[in-house]
Nanobody, 113 residues
Framework: QVQLVQSGGGLVQPGGSLRLSCAASGIIFSINPMAWYRQAPGKERELVANITRIGITRYADSVKGRFTISRDNAKKTVYLQMNSLKVEDTAVYYC???????WGKGTLVTVSS
């Protein structure tokens, strides 16, 4: 009964910002590391960022310094703040429970002028 409900995404110009949200249910959220992945057109899915139960974060080199992953355990929600967006950030973004085969449905982020 694990569910990850995503929101956010959309069309943004290069240099713009978006914030993605992923609300979890069916898990003890506070003890689970969470992650964001993305899959660009014609490319393999890649890990973008993850965050531990303590709040330690890691990022792909391609987004480091521009994206921030965070979590709100009271809301059982993980976020991905995306700043200084580039055309190459265009992808479907998915949240995931690290230790489970549990994925959000994905949300499309399109960066285009």
């Amino acid at each position: 009964q694990v569910q990850l409900v995503q929101s956010g995404g959309g069309l943004v110009q290069p240099g713009g910002s978006l914030r993605l949200s992923c609300a979890a249910s069916g898990i003890i959220f506070s003890i689970n590391p969470m992650a964001w992945y993305r899959q660009a057109p014609g490319k393999e899915r890649e890990l973008v960022a993850n965050i531990t139960r303590i709040g330690i974060t890691r990022y792909a080199d391609s987004v480091k310094g521009r994206f921030t992953i965070s979590r709100d355990n009271a809301k059982k929600t993980v976020y991905l703040q995306m700043n200084s967006l580039k055309v190459e950030d265009t992808a479907v973004y998915y949240c995931k429970v690290v230790a489970m085969d549990a994925w959000g449905k994905g949300t499309l982020v399109t960066v285009s002028s």
